[in-house]
């Protein structure tokens, strides 16, 4: 399945202040994220943010809204998969995109239930795996087996924006290449 950006849309899944700390490679996954987030505005793929109960786990951490810039809009939301929010799906479909790009936290849980239902309701999923982590490595590696089984696309931050850009000589080209380095 070739992946173009006319069809695609991000989800960017509970990058959350309390959260982070403790997830495995916090770091790595934070700085892949907001490098995925930058070239996916450049390239002009709508960005949907979530936060699973904001009052316990924190709002999005700054680094991942910065990225966002003036297209940081978060749902709140109680369940694990951002399928069963009811607010979270109407705006998936008033985007009208049949690929799904998703990265966040944590990978076992709502990152993994969000892909499944996904993929269920009819919908490409692409998992970037180096943008989504957990607490313990297996538990992320076990989440990126599984989604693969369910029929996700793994990819990591740098091919999807590449497969996105399509074409060399472009100043998107450029600007993607720059955050890349």
């Given at each position: 399945m070739r992946i173009l950006a006319a069809d695609t849309m991000a989800l960017v899944?509970?990058?959350?202040?309390?959260?982070?700390?403790?997830?495995?490679?916090?770091?790595?996954?934070?700085?892949?994220?907001?490098?995925l987030i930058r070239g996916l505005k450049t390239l002009g793929i709508p960005l949907l943010?979530?936060?699973?109960y904001t009052k316990g786990l924190?709002?999005?951490?700054?680094?991942?809204?910065?990225?966002?810039?003036e297209r940081?809009?978060?749902?709140?939301?109680?369940?694990?998969?951002?399928?069963?929010?009811?607010?979270?799906?109407?705006?998936?479909?008033?985007?009208?995109?049949?690929n799904i790009?998703?990265?966040?936290?944590?990978?076992?849980?709502?990152?993994l239930q969000t892909v499944i239902d996904l993929i269920e309701i009819g919908y490409n999923v692409i998992l970037v795996t180096d943008c989504i982590g957990s607490r313990k490595e297996k538990d992320c590696e076990a989440a990126i087996s599984r989604a693969m089984r369910e029929g996700a696309v793994p990819t990591t931050?740098?091919?999807?924006?590449?497969?996105?850009?399509?074409?060399?000589?472009?100043?998107?080209?450029?600007?993607?290449?720059n955050l890349i380095k």
């Open positions: 899944v509970d990058f959350q202040e309390k959260l982070m700390p403790v997830i495995n490679h916090a770091e790595d996954v934070l700085h892949n994220s907001e490098i943010a979530t936060q699973q924190g709002m999005t951490v700054n680094t991942i809204k910065a990225a966002m810039g940081f809009v978060y749902y709140d939301k109680s369940t694990f998969s951002c399928a069963d929010d009811a607010k979270i799906m109407a705006a998936i479909e008033r985007m009208n995109r049949k790009i998703v990265c966040g936290a944590e990978a076992h849980v709502c990152v931050y740098e091919a999807i924006l590449f497969e996105l850009t399509r074409i060399s000589k472009t100043s998107i080209f450029k600007e993607i290449s």
